[in-house]
């Protein structure tokens, strides 16, 4: 099973700033997806990180306020822009592909104030 | 569009005692792959158990193991001689044609002393 670390682990910002979450897996894998969970819910996709090229959104979510990087087979970057209140969940980042399992980061805990 | 129902959003079962979580999703794929997950109160998401949907059996991992009715579209898991350590939510969850996972809402379980 893949090992998957995220920093920071967590933080809270000021409404309006940006924050970029780093996912690291210690092998290479096909696919890299980012998940938020909000407070008591469920998980949402966000979007698939697709390497060497623009990320996948899922409905709802958008390029501009979730930018997302995928330079090699085993990083991945999810800014969160112009944030608000709003934006406070967990997010968390997943490796997997080709119908194998996927495993998942420890998450980052953000708290906009 | 493929949906995930857990129907028990909390359930407390005494240490020891056997409990069944529910499950049941919609889809249209003939061949699909099913999981449950653990999230403790640390966040991190930790595997449970993996079904194939083309393999008849149902599987096992230790202590844990599910009722897969592919006709029903049921996956049910069982904790047998449940454990103090089981307690967390447990998102069941189905994995696209695409490798992407769609998550349950959740069931918040509580082993008692």
């Known amino acids: ?6 920093k920071p682990s967590r933080d809270i910002c000021q409404r309006g700033t940006s924050l970029t979450i780093q996912c690291q897996v210690d092998s290479q894998v096909t696919m890299m997806f980012w998940y938020r969970q909000q407070p008591g819910q469920s998980l949402t996709l966000i979007a698939t990180a697709n390497q ?5 959104y899922e409905s709802g979510f958008v390029i ?3 930018p997302i990087s995928r330079p090699n087979l085993t990083f991945s970057t999810l800014t969160v822009s112009n944030m608000s209140p709003e934006d406070s969940s967990i997010y968390l980042c997943s490796a ?3 119908k194998e399992t996927q495993y998942f980061g420890p998450g980052t805990r953000l708290l906009v104030l | 569009a493929q949906t995930v129902t857990q129907s028990q959003p909390e359930m407390s079962v005494q240490e020891a005692e056997t409990v069944t979580l529910s499950c049941t999703y919609d889809t249209s794929e003939n061949n699909y792959y099913l999981f449950w997950y653990k999230q403790p109160p640390s966040r ?3 595997l449970v158990i993996r079904q194939e949907a083309y393999k008849q059996q149902n599987a096992t991992e230790n202590r844990f193991s599910v009722n897969f009715q592919k006709a029903a579209k049921s996956f049910s898991l069982k904790i047998s001689d449940s454990q103090l ?7 069941c969850a189905f994995m696209t044609k695409d490798d992407k996972i769609i998550f349950g809402k959740g069931t918040r379980l509580h082993i008692l002393p």
């Open chain 1, 1 to 6: 099973s893949a090992v998957i670390s995220q």
């Open chain 1, 52 to 56: 060497g090229s623009e990320a996948t």
């Open chain 1, 64 to 66: 501009d306020k979730f």
């Open chain 1, 96 to 98: 997997g592909g080709n």
């Open chain 2, 44 to 46: 991190q998401m930790i």
């Open chain 2, 85 to 91: 350590g089981d307690t967390a939510m447990y998102f």
